[in-house]
């Protein structure tokens, strides 16, 4: 496109209201923040237990640059692999339960490397209609014949696994579905796995510290974990409150993303800084259940006021709690009530969701006091949702 396409696009984006532009946000991550130089209570952030700025968090930090400077100097495989990384890494396999992790510096690139390397030319990869666009990016990018089924649909999965001649074929599912806040029917995914000897890559960016102890979704189910079809991935950048992604499984597959995963390969190792506060972050975790507690205590008195109330609320029992409101302008003249409210709930539109599913995203978090979520309810209240389509 030349300068003159791109103002057209531009222009037609806003025309559309799909038009975006980032707000500036000028204080740490929490429920009460400053946005555009106004204060807000919010209910954006995928911090859902409170760790982005956690002081045992900024302390680990604080130390790490302290020991090990700001930069780590080179990719894993050079010399940017620090001490730093490699305790994360056991950690995070530890507390995972399963024999080995990789970090990346991020869920995006963690999905690039897992996918791309797995799958290529000939090989079939199947994902779901609503997978996050990163995990889309990858199938298509790994060359490899990618299907797409009708979201949560086993009977249409199988149907695809049946027919298809590849002899390497890979599942690909966000575990929970990050703008809809459901769960992928993980166990009759493995099911077809197993029928159809297909990998089962889980993205868990979204359950990872907030579902099974904090352990994420694999942990809800059992027969999943240690599975020799099954791939994890989860960020570090949501619960966790810090930053990059974490991929798991066996050691053999860990040394073939090592050896093999360009996105790995050929990318500066995140600072150790960073991995430093992430294993704080586990620490946390484990000691303060807490907060995973006070997260569903949240959840259940949302859902309970929705369910007197006309709201559009979807099934969720996740932090995700989503409101569709359909058209694009009804989701922003809805966001901008909230913010004359004085609070911060973002309108998500496509492409990010289906055309006529733009939303209200509704984020939770364990650092929201019951009040905030009593003055949320009255906020949504005032809005009059039989005039919303």
Partial sequence: MNSRQIAAALAALADQHRLRRRPVVDTPQGPHVVVDGVRYLAFASNDYLGLA??????????DGV????????????????????????????????????????????????VVTSLVGRGDAV??????????????????????RFVHNDLDHLERLLATTPAATR??????????????????????????????????????????????????????????????????LGKAAGVAGACVAGSRELVDW????????IYTTAQPPAVAEACRAALR?????????????????????????????????????QPIIIGRNEAVLQCAARLREAGLWVPAIRPPTVPEGGARLRVSLTAAHEGADIDRLIDALDSIDWEEKP
């Fill in 53 to 62: 700025n956690h002081p045992a968090l900024a302390e680990a930090m604080a």
């Fill in 257 to 264: 993303l090592v050896n093999r995963a360009r996105p790995y």
């Fill in 126 to 147: 199947f994902a779901d209609r609503l997978n996050h666009a990163s995990l889309n990016d990858a199938c298509q990018l790994s060359r490899a014949t990618f299907r």
């Fill in 284 to 320: 946390v975790m484990a000691a303060e259940p807490a907060r995973r507690a006070r997260l569903a205590a949240h959840i259940v008195r949302l859902r309970r006021a929705a369910d007197a109330k006309v709201w559009p609320l979807t099934a969720s029992r996740t932090p995700i």
């Fill in 170 to 235: 890979l599942i690909a599912v966000d575990a929970v579905y990050s703008m809809d806040g459901d769960e992928a029917p993980l166990d009759g995914l493995l099911t077809l796995a197993e029928r159809y000897d297909a990998w089962l890559y889980l993205d868990d960016a979204h359950g990872f510290g907030v579902l099974g102890d904090g352990r994420g979704s694999l942990h809800e189910h059992p027969r999943l974990l240690g599975h020799p079809l099954v791939v994890y991935m989860a960020t």
């Fill in 66 to 113: 302290a020991r090990w400077g700001t930069g780590s100097g080179a990719s894993h495989l050079v010399a940017g692999h620090h001490a730093a990384h490699e305790a994360l890494e056991d950690e995070l396999a530890v507390w995972l339960g399963l024999p080995a992790a990789l970090t990346f510096g991020s869920g995006y690139s963690a999905n690039l490397a």
